[in-house]
């Protein structure tokens, strides 16, 4: 995104591992950009659609200047979106980005209203998670880590890019050949 970018970012539990984990990696990295900073402080939202919308009002109303904002769920983004849209700004004057890609995402991408998904499907992670299982339980090779495909994708691309969260059999390939090389290669989906 071009110019000076000051970042909202709400996420879900304040304490939990992943979370700290999460603040850490992004706060080391914009460390190293020019033209990046938090608006504020990390938020918590829970997880949760109310909270964030009481969160992203409040700091509306306070005044504060941002331009971009970060919901660490689709629960969460769903609830920026809301209280934005109830504060009355602009969506265009607010790039907002979800992680998650889920069925909520979905339907503010038909929207227009997020811009972009960090996307990441717990159906795929179940499946990765299977599949080790019985590669483990059959003597076949396995990841001794589990981790599953995060993509990026835009409001241009996300109907091409978007992992679904709900999967059937024709991922299958998709998953066998995760687990054997760690790539992942959505045009093996049968179809």
């Known amino acids: 995104m071009p110019g000076e970018l000051k970042i909202i970012w709400i996420q879900g539990f304040a304490g939990a591992p992943p979370v700290i984990q999460g603040i850490q990696g992004f ?11 938090l608006a504020t402080d990390v938020q918590y939202g829970d997880y949760a659609t109310a909270p964030s919308l009481n969160i992203i009002k409040t700091l509306v109303q306070s005044g504060l200047e941002f331009n971009v904002a970060i919901g660490a769920c ?7 979106i809301q209280g934005l849209r109830e504060e009355n700004v602009d969506l265009d004057k607010v790039v907002i980005v979800t992680v998650n890609g889920g069925p909520m995402d979905v339907e ?3 929207k227009g209203y997020i811009d972009y998904v960090l996307s990441l499907s717990p159906g795929l992670h179940g499946m990765i998670c299977a599949q080790n299982l019985i590669n483990y339980l059959k003597g076949r090779e396995y990841q001794k880590k589990s981790y599953s495909p995060i993509v990026w994708c835009s409001r241009e691309d996300w109907e091409e890019k978007l992992i679904p969260w709900f999967l059937d059999e024709s991922w299958f390939p998709v998953v066998e050949e995760f687990v054997k090389t760690g790539q992942y290669k959505p045009e093996l989906r049968v179809k």
Do not use: A, P
């Not at 689709?74 to 920026?80: C, L």
């Open 108 to 110: 503010n991408l038909k």
């Open 74 to 80: 689709q629960e969460i983004t769903e609830g920026i």
């Open 27 to 37: 706060m080391d990295t914009i460390k190293t950009l020019e033209g990046i900073s």
